[in-house]
């Protein structure tokens, strides 16, 4: 199942802006601007998200939250709303109150708290889409990310930061697993059931982006970053 980007016309493209905007205007009286990020597991969301803040600085966020910007995550959610006694309406409105917040969320996570009666899409102002082109690459990426407890695919040295799970388990030493046909085969089977469940969703989304490299998905991050500024200027 693939979504693929639409063809725009700068007439429909006006229009779609304009649909933001009044949908701005009626989730918060200042006209703040509240872009969700979503995706499945291993497709470059936080590579996404982390140009989106340093290279365009759009976004970043500094206030309470749950640990490395998991927003969404619900084991973690929940112990966040627990522990500061919160309710999730209350979360959300403490987390979005400066001008542009942009989070990424997991379509899992998003449709968790779906059942639960809390509707994390209908919150967000602009929602885009990342999927990753290669789906057996995203399915190992998971399996050796579940084998190794490693999630996190950069390390920073100073001012520079390197991507990749490769680089990142080279650096601390850890051999790279192998990925049976059998586990790539499960992996594959669960995104798609995640996929399937989630089409209400994802059939509304207008922007959606493939994530082959991190190179390439440079010109994709700047087409939605000036989406972005278009609308907040």
């Known amino acids: 199942m693939t979504y693929q980007l639409p063809i725009i016309s700068p007439e ?18 200042e006209n703040k601007l509240r872009v969700l990020v979503l995706s499945t597991p291993r497709s470059g969301s936080s590579y996404f998200c982390y140009k989106l803040n340093h290279k365009h600085k759009l976004y970043e966020y500094d206030g309470p939250r749950p640990p490395r910007n998991e927003f969404w995550v619900p084991s973690r959610l929940t112990a966040f709303l627990d522990k500061f006694q919160l309710t999730f309406d209350e979360y959300f409105e403490e987390i979005t109150k400066q001008e542009i917040f942009i989070s990424k969320c997991h379509l899992s996570h998003l449709l968790y708290w779906e059942k639960l009666g809390h509707n994390i899409f209908e919150k967000f ?4 889409y990342l999927e990753r082109e290669d789906k057996i690459a995203q399915a190992k990426s998971r399996i050796i990310s579940k084998k190794t407890n ?7 040295n100073r001012d520079n930061v390197h991507w990749g799970t490769k680089y990142v388990l080279e650096q ?3 051999e790279i697993p192998d990925c049976s046909e059998d586990e790539i085969s499960i992996e594959l089977f669960d995104n798609q059931n995640v996929l399937k469940s989630g089409e ?3 059939k509304l989304i207008k922007h959606v ?14 087409e939605f970053a000036a989406i972005i500024k278009n609308l907040t200027q």
């Not at 102002?125 to 885009?128: A, F, G, S, T």
């Not at 982006?209 to 700047?222: P, R």
């Open 200 to 202: 209400h969703r994802l």
């Open 172 to 174: 601390e030493g850890i």
């Open 125 to 128: 102002d602009l929602v885009c």
């Open 12 to 29: 429909r493209q006006t229009k779609f802006n304009k649909n933001v905007l009044r949908k701005m205007q009626m989730n918060n009286e």
């Open 209 to 222: 982006y493939q994530f082959e490299s991190y190179t390439k998905c440079d010109d994709q991050i700047d």
């Open 150 to 156: 490693k999630y996190i695919t950069y390390v920073m």
